[in-house]
Protein backbone atom coordinates (compact mmCIF):
# COMPACT_ATOMS: atom_id res chain seq x y z
CA UNK A 1 0.00 0.00 0.00
CA UNK A 2 1.15 3.68 -0.65
CA UNK A 3 0.02 6.63 0.86
CA UNK A 4 -0.08 10.35 -0.38
CA UNK A 5 0.25 12.97 1.99
CA UNK A 6 0.24 15.70 0.48
CA UNK A 7 -0.93 17.70 -2.81
CA UNK A 8 3.37 17.82 -4.04
CA UNK A 9 2.99 13.95 -4.02
CA UNK A 10 2.08 12.25 -7.08
CA UNK A 11 -0.79 9.31 -7.23
CA UNK A 12 1.84 6.85 -6.82
CA UNK A 13 2.58 8.16 -3.46
CA UNK A 14 5.90 8.82 -4.35
CA UNK A 15 7.05 11.74 -2.29
CA UNK A 16 9.36 14.25 -3.95
CA UNK A 17 12.16 16.11 -2.09
CA UNK A 18 10.46 18.98 -0.75
CA UNK A 19 8.00 16.19 1.15
CA UNK A 20 11.13 15.20 3.18
CA UNK A 21 12.15 19.09 3.34
CA UNK A 22 8.95 20.10 4.72
CA UNK A 23 9.37 17.16 7.46
CA UNK A 24 12.95 18.15 8.00
CA UNK A 25 11.71 21.81 8.72
CA UNK A 26 8.95 21.07 11.31
CA UNK A 27 10.93 18.42 12.94
CA UNK A 28 14.47 20.69 13.36
CA UNK A 29 11.39 23.25 14.70
CA UNK A 30 10.57 21.05 17.26
CA UNK A 31 13.75 20.31 18.02
CA UNK A 32 13.90 22.47 21.24
CA UNK A 33 12.89 22.21 24.59
CA UNK A 34 11.48 25.65 25.27
CA UNK A 35 9.48 25.17 21.83
CA UNK A 36 8.68 22.14 22.80
CA UNK A 37 6.99 23.57 25.87
CA UNK A 38 5.79 26.48 23.49
CA UNK A 39 3.71 23.99 21.41
CA UNK A 40 2.46 22.09 24.90
CA UNK A 41 0.97 25.93 26.19
CA UNK A 42 -0.47 26.60 22.53
CA UNK A 43 -2.14 23.36 22.17
CA UNK A 44 -4.49 23.75 25.62
CA UNK A 45 -5.30 27.33 24.51
CA UNK A 46 -6.98 29.04 21.35
CA UNK A 47 -4.94 31.92 21.92
CA UNK A 48 -2.03 32.80 23.81
CA UNK A 49 -0.53 36.09 23.63
CA UNK A 50 3.27 36.72 23.47
CA UNK A 51 4.02 38.26 26.79
CA UNK A 52 1.63 35.58 28.45
CA UNK A 53 3.83 32.79 26.73
CA UNK A 54 6.92 35.16 27.99
CA UNK A 55 5.61 34.62 32.06
CA UNK A 56 5.14 30.98 31.19
CA UNK A 57 8.60 30.17 30.48
CA UNK A 58 10.68 32.31 32.18
CA UNK A 59 12.43 33.38 29.66
CA UNK A 60 12.92 36.71 27.93
CA UNK A 61 10.73 38.34 25.36
CA UNK A 62 13.32 38.83 22.68
CA UNK A 63 13.94 35.06 23.20
CA UNK A 64 10.49 33.78 23.12
CA UNK A 65 9.60 35.83 19.92
CA UNK A 66 12.93 33.93 18.77
CA UNK A 67 11.57 30.76 19.10
CA UNK A 68 7.94 31.92 17.97
CA UNK A 69 9.51 32.92 14.25
CA UNK A 70 11.56 29.16 13.77
CA UNK A 71 7.75 27.70 14.46
CA UNK A 72 6.04 30.24 12.23
CA UNK A 73 8.41 29.89 9.67
CA UNK A 74 7.70 25.98 9.55
CA UNK A 75 4.10 26.95 9.81
CA UNK A 76 3.71 25.38 12.98
CA UNK A 77 2.19 28.05 14.70
CA UNK A 78 0.21 31.42 13.61
CA UNK A 79 0.67 35.12 14.87
CA UNK A 80 -1.79 38.24 14.75
CA UNK A 81 -1.35 41.32 16.15
CA UNK A 82 -4.02 43.56 17.57
CA UNK A 83 -2.90 47.03 18.69
CA UNK A 84 0.61 45.95 20.98
CA UNK A 85 -0.35 42.24 21.54
CA UNK A 86 0.91 39.66 19.17
CA UNK A 87 -1.21 36.45 20.29
CA UNK A 88 -0.06 33.03 18.99
CA UNK A 89 -2.00 29.89 17.90
CA UNK A 90 -1.07 26.45 17.09
CA UNK A 91 -1.97 25.21 13.56
CA UNK A 92 -3.33 21.93 14.21
CA UNK A 93 -3.82 20.75 10.80
CA UNK A 94 -0.12 21.43 10.10
CA UNK A 95 0.96 19.86 13.51
CA UNK A 96 -1.14 17.13 12.58
CA UNK A 97 1.02 17.02 8.52
CA UNK A 98 4.39 16.21 10.53
CA UNK A 99 2.93 13.57 12.98
CA UNK A 100 1.39 11.88 9.42
CA UNK A 101 5.11 12.05 8.08
CA UNK A 102 7.06 10.87 10.86
CA UNK A 103 3.91 7.91 11.05
CA UNK A 104 4.69 7.53 7.36
CA UNK A 105 8.61 6.57 7.93
CA UNK A 106 8.17 3.54 10.17
CA UNK A 107 4.98 2.03 8.74
CA UNK A 108 5.92 -0.85 7.35
CA UNK A 109 2.92 -1.32 5.28
CA UNK A 110 3.91 1.71 3.42
CA UNK A 111 6.67 1.13 0.88
CA UNK A 112 8.21 3.76 -1.22
CA UNK A 113 9.25 3.34 -4.97
CA UNK A 114 12.97 6.01 -4.24
CA UNK A 115 13.63 7.14 -0.93
CA UNK A 116 16.59 10.59 -1.26
CA UNK A 117 20.06 8.93 -1.62
CA UNK A 118 23.20 9.80 -3.08
CA UNK A 119 23.57 13.53 -4.31
CA UNK A 120 20.31 14.29 -3.35
CA UNK A 121 21.15 14.28 0.06
CA UNK A 122 24.53 15.38 -0.53
CA UNK A 123 23.22 18.72 -2.14
CA UNK A 124 20.68 18.45 0.97
CA UNK A 125 22.99 18.27 3.61
CA UNK A 126 24.91 21.17 2.27
CA UNK A 127 22.41 23.80 1.83
CA UNK A 128 22.04 23.28 5.81
CA UNK A 129 22.10 26.24 7.80
Not at 76 to 97: A, E, H, N, W
Request: hydrophobic content about 45%.
Amino acid sequence: MTTCLTSQSNVNGQYKMNDWRELKLMTKALGDIARLAIVYHLAREAEITVTVLTDMLGLSQPLVSWHLRKLRRAGLIRTRRLGRQVYCSLDIPRYQQCLQYLAFLIDPAIQLEELPAGEALVAEAMGED
